[in-house]
């Protein structure tokens, strides 16, 4: 069965500073990967997603994740942390035949940005 | 930009009682999904929808739990008898059918059963 694990439950960083929010997936074959993100009150906005191609997958508000097979990997950077990018954060992953496009999300990473 | 929404934003029941969660999908999307999220907890995946059927359900989508797509543009979660672990903000999201479409979310459904 497919896992996703977010080691890091709660990252605090200053307004400026550089962010990376690490993910690790669990699956047998090589999935689609997604980086959500939830505001206080909001729905799931999708930050980025990885099918195929090149490992380096630019999304949404300057974020950008590397897909890295051999660590199993899919962390979320951004260069320059904004108060606004506040949220939690969340690594998911489905299957890549199919098209019911099931997803199986991580536990969250909550980030605070310092002022 | 299309967007899937979810009404109500919150809704408070008491415990036994059935409710029905609703959902507008973005209009040319064929697969429809529930996900819930209880407080501190993950998001769980409990059924998808496709061509008028369920398609896939997880563990948690017991008898208690029902989907409909009623006419051509809401598709709804309905809870036959609420226990008070139904507390949960419950996700609506769809997909379009391209090969490399994500699921778009609702804003979500906050659930209290009291």
């Known amino acids: 069965a497919q896992s996703v694990t977010q080691p890091d439950i709660h990252i605090t960083v ?92 991580g536990s969250g990473t909550q980030l605070t940005v310092l002022p | 930009e299309p967007e899937v929404t979810q009404t109500p934003s919150h809704q408070v029941t008491q415990m036994g009682q059935e409710v029905i969660l609703r959902c507008v999908p973005i209009s040319n999307h064929l697969y429809f999904y529930w996900y819930r999220q209880i407080l501190g907890q993950k998001v769980e995946f409990l059924v998808s929808f496709y061509n008028n059927e369920i398609s896939e359900k997880s563990e948690i989508f017991d008898d208690q739990f029902s989907v409909e797509r009623p006419d051509g543009s809401n598709f709804t979660l309905k809870i036959r008898s609420t226990k008070l672990e139904d507390s949960a903000m419950y996700f609506c999201a769809s997909k379009g059918t391209g090969t490399n479409s994500p699921l778009h979310f609702g804003n979500g459904t906050r659930l209290t059963v009291t």
């Open chain 1, 14 to 105: 200053s307004e400026g500073a550089s962010l990376e929010l690490r993910c690790n997936y669990s699956y047998g074959a090589t999935p689609y990967l997604f980086w959500y993100v939830q505001s206080p009150g909001q729905g799931l906005q999708l930050l980025l997603k990885y099918f195929s191609g090149d490992t380096l997958v630019q999304g949404i508000k300057g974020f950008e994740a590397e897909f890295k097979r051999s660590q199993s990997s899919f962390n979320l950077r951004k260069p320059s942390v904004h108060w606004s990018d506040a949220a939690e954060y969340f690594c998911a992953v489905a299957p890549a035949r199919g098209s019911a496009r099931q997803l199986t999300f």
